[in-house]
Structures are given as structure tokens and as C-alpha cells.
């Protein structure tokens, strides 16, 4: 399971080093959000230690309507960074 998600979050951040100076239309951060989302709920041993899961949802909620027409990855990891943070886990972050 550790391993999992290593993973998932060694390729999201290999994502946000390679496309830095691309900018993401508001649908495409939307769905990488979703993703985010889905993988930390299925691989997370409890992702609601910290936080209810309605307080969770709408973390993600909250950074989909702080998302312009344009966003670049170093704007996106300063927003999903939050999340990240509130699971209060070792293997989970954002650099």
C-alpha cells in the first residue's frame, strides 16, 4: 500500500515539474483535482483523521472555484499543497 501511493505521487510530481511554464485550462485541473481526490481516498488509510470528509470535499471544492481560465502547475501546487498538509502523513506531500 506504501508503495501505492510513493507512486501516485512521484507522477503527480513528475507532472508538475515537466509542464511548470504550461498553462492548464480550468477542466483540465478539474479533473487532475478529481484524480487527486479519488487516488488519496482509495490509497489513504483515513484521509478524515484531520478533517471530515464534507470539510475534505470541500477543500477541493474551495480550490476548483479559486482556479482561473488559466493556471499554471506552480499556481495548481500552491493550491493543492493544503490538502497534502492536512492529512498529517510522511508519505503524502507536495515539493
Known amino acids: 500500500m506504501r508503495y501505492y501511493k510513493k507512486i501516485i505521487l512521484f507522477a503527480f510530481l513528475l507532472f508538475l515539474n515537466f509542464f511548470q511554464g504550461q498553462k492548464f485550462t480550468k477542466e483540465q485541473i478539474a479533473q487532475d483535482l478529481q484524480f487527486i481526490q479519488e487516488k488519496i481516498k482509495s490509497a489513504h488509510v483515513n484521509p478524515y483523521s484531520y478533517k471530515t ?43
Open 53 to 95: 470528509e464534507s470539510d475534505f470535499t470541500k477543500q477541493f471544492d474551495d480550490i476548483i472555484s479559486k482556479v482561473g481560465n488559466r493556471t499554471s502547475a506552480v499556481e495548481f501546487r500552491k493550491m493543492v499543497y493544503p490538502v497534502f498538509v492536512n492529512l498529517s502523513d510522511d508519505h503524502a506531500f507536495v515539493t
